[in-house]
């Protein structure tokens, strides 16, 4: 798979997570077949939340289950799940933390096109 099939088909498994539910990074690059670039699905979805993008970026948190703390995006990620009816809790240190057990979206296998179908995003 090359760079622009990879970023298509993160691009469009972000567009497939269900309102009120989060996955990870890691989970996404799984499904794209990738396990290993689990940090290059990060940067993409950072880049994401850079961006004027339509897709649903805020819906992919860390393997973990922490909000990212990129800056101002931390917050605004914050404030687009709570808004959506996901309930974010402060950790022991501070950190933005949603609970997988309630609010994850983890699918074993779902059909991703590698196809972007648009120019104006990153996929092409």
Request: net charge negative.
């Given at each position: 798979?090359?760079?622009?099939?990879?970023?298509?088909?993160?691009?469009?498994?972000?567009?497939?997570?269900?309102?009120?539910?989060?996955?990870?990074c890691?989970?996404?690059?799984?499904?794209?077949?990738?396990?290993?670039?689990?940090?290059?699905?990060?940067?993409?979805?950072?880049?994401?939340?850079?961006?004027?993008?339509?897709?649903?970026?805020?819906?992919?948190?860390?393997?973990?289950?922490?909000?990212?703390a990129?800056?101002?995006?931390?917050?605004?990620?914050?404030?687009?799940?709570e808004?959506?009816?996901?309930?974010?809790?402060?950790?022991?240190?501070?950190?933005?933390?949603?609970?997988?057990?309630?609010?994850?979206?983890?699918?074993?296998?779902?059909e991703?096109l590698?196809?972007?179908?648009?120019?104006?995003e990153?996929?092409?």
């Amino acid at each position: 798979m090359d760079a622009a099939q990879f970023n298509a088909s993160v691009f469009n498994l972000v567009h497939m997570i269900p309102s009120q539910k989060v996955t990870s990074c890691g989970h996404i690059a799984r499904l794209v077949g990738a396990p290993n670039q689990a940090r290059r699905v990060n940067e993409l979805v950072k880049h994401l939340g850079q961006t004027s993008s339509s897709a649903p970026w805020h819906r992919v948190i860390s393997t973990s289950g922490i909000i990212a703390a990129h800056g101002d995006l931390g917050t605004i990620q914050r404030s687009a799940l709570e808004e959506e009816g996901v309930f974010v809790r402060n950790g022991i240190l501070g950190e933005s933390r949603v609970e997988f057990r309630q609010w994850g979206w983890f699918p074993e296998d779902v059909e991703v096109l590698s196809d972007s179908g648009s120019d104006d995003e990153w996929g092409a």
